[in-house]
């Protein structure tokens, strides 16, 4: 059972940084691709950003250029670095590990609430 457990969320002035952390109970270089969504109040979920094991990466256009999603394969933990964060990124923030066989992510965190206040 793969458990993958966020942290490093918080309240932030608009402008400002924070350091997402996930990390897995498992080896990350098992799992196919490592994703970061976030869900903002009535809103729906959306991804953020996606790492293959493969060493792509994308990125959801609101956030170019502004979110980097890194992984240190020896700690089993996915970051996600945001910087110049705007008030509409404020949402709660989950990890998300994609199983290949299935097609889709099926592992997730518990989320972390990250708010921008302007």
């Known amino acids: 059972q793969v458990q993958l457990v966020e942290s490093g969320g918080g309240l932030v002035q608009a402008g400002g940084s924070l350091r997402l952390s996930c990390a897995a109970s498992?080896?990350?270089?098992?799992?196919?691709?490592m994703g970061w969504y976030r869900q903002a109040p009535g809103k729906q979920r959306e991804l953020v950003a996606h790492s293959t094991t493969a060493g792509s990466t994308t990125y959801a256009d609101s956030v170019k250029g502004r979110f980097t999603i890194s992984r240190d394969n020896a700690k089993n933990t996915v970051y996600l670095q945001m910087n110049s964060l705007e008030p509409e990124d404020t949402a709660v923030y989950y990890c998300?590990?994609?199983?290949?066989?299935?097609?889709?992510?099926?592992?997730w965190g518990q989320g972390t609430q990250v708010t921008v206040s302007s």
């Open positions: 998300a590990g994609y199983d290949g066989s299935r097609r889709d992510y099926v592992y």
């Open positions: 498992v080896s990350i270089t098992s799992i196919i691709a």
